[in-house]
């Protein structure tokens, strides 16, 4: 379905991470972060794959010491999706992870992940850069609210949108002066119109992609609402090239989360989205019933098709014109819809079958009513 609304992308330049494309028009990813310590090899590779499992694109581990260095080395070897090391404090561990290769001599790591806010000053960011600039390795300037540099704390006096671009654009011109430009920046606060502020303010400054969050979003259903507030009022002025939802507890439900905020947002649907109404005292079919079914029947789909279910004529109709297949039903009935052509009548008991058969040829020419 074409709406008039369209979301005009932010242009950014292109970054390969590993032999993932991030930025320009490259379809915006999904990316996660483990939670085992990393040089328990065995855990972390289990709950990696579990993460590529459930649709991640990108994930990253955590690098603190040196045996977290060999791990990856080990991990990289073992995975599918391209590989993140996370360093704060210890810019040896940089330098560590980007010189290490797997034993088939591939980089161990396919991006690191800095703070400039914490990584011990200029001159050690600049070596950790002209290493990664030497190996051919992306890194992620990741700004953060509540690590940032003291100096623009003071000069700010609070890690404000303007204190959080500063301290990006500072890296970058440092990088830049090294001719290193495979950047990706984050610049992540868990106060939500703080973070929308930020990108955006970084967004009109320059191209460098973003990966967009907000940290610390805090317990599973909560943190999905604040992240869904979050990247989605960022991913609607266009900015955003990878995000993640960072969740409390297991990762992987973080990864469905970000497919459906930018399933919602409509800046990547990969498989049906299903409209329904909430439903009210005019509701004469079992509508919750039904739609469940239907969700649950589609859950493997890729098509990227807008299916409404409503559960009366007032606004079945006009839902069902707007949706790619819609469903207005009435008193144990309905007629179904495609591409705003009524095609087929069905009573309650055969909606969710006809459904799916009109989704599942749904390419093929249908006659109209
Ligand atoms: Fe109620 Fe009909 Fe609206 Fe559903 S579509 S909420 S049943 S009025």
């Known amino acids: ?20 494309l991030v ?38 581990v ?6 977290d260095v060999e791990a990856c080395r080990l991990i990289r070897s073992r995975i599918k999706i391209p590989l993140i090391a996370d360093i704060h404090y210890d810019y040896r561990m940089a330098l560590a992870c980007l010189e290490a290769t797997t034993d088939a001599g591939r980089p161990a790591v396919d991006k690191i992940r800095i703070n400039p806010g914490n990584i011990g000053g200029e001159e050690r960011f600049k070596e950790v850069i002209r290493k990664a600039k030497d190996k051919g390795i992306p890194m992620r300037v990741g700004v953060n609210s509540g690590s940032l540099e003291k100096d623009l704390i003071e000069k700010y006096g609070f ?20 001719g290193y430009r495979d950047i990706i920046v984050s610049l992540k606060a868990s106060h939500v119109p703080t973070a929308v502020e930020t990108y955006s303010l970084f967004a009109s400054k320059c191209d460098y992609p973003t ?8 317990s599973r259903e909560y943190g999905t609402l604040k992240s869904a507030a979050g990247i989605g009022a960022i991913l609607l002025r266009g900015i955003g090239d990878t995000i993640r939802v960072s969740l409390l507890g297991d990762p992987v439900p973080e990864i469905a989360a970000g497919f459906d905020i930018l399933r919602a947002c409509d800046r990547r649907v990969n498989r049906p989205e299903v409209v329904a109404c909430p439903t009210c005292g005019r509701l004469d079919i079992d509508l919750e019933r039904i739609v469940a079914e239907v969700e649950a029947k589609m859950a493997h789909l890729k098509n990227p098709l807008r299916i409404s279910i409503l559960g009366c004529l007032v606004n079945g109709f006009g839902e069902a014109k707007e949706a790619d297949l819609g469903i207005a039903a009435g008193a144990g009935k309905g007629i179904i819809f495609k591409k705003g052509v009524p095609i087929r009548h069905v009573t309650e008991a055969e909606m969710v079958e006809a459904l799916l058969e009109e989704v599942g040829r749904f390419d093929e020419d249908t006659p109209a009513l």
């Open 1 to 20: 379905m074409a709406y008039s609304t369209v979301v005009k992308r932010h242009k950014t330049r292109v970054v390969s991470v590993g032999d993932h």
């Open 23 to 60: 930025g320009g028009d490259h379809p915006i990813s999904v990316q996660s972060m483990t939670t085992t310590n990393t040089f328990d090899v065995e855990e972390t590779i289990a709950q990696i794959q579990k993460l590529e499992e459930a649709g991640c694109e990108i994930v990253r």
């Open 62 to 67: 955590t690098v603190p010491k040196k045996e």
């Open 159 to 178: 890690p404000c949108p303007e204190a959080l671009v500063e301290s990006a654009l500072r890296a970058i011109e440092t990088a830049e002066g090294l």
């Open 211 to 218: 990966h967009v969050g907000i940290t610390e979003a805090g």
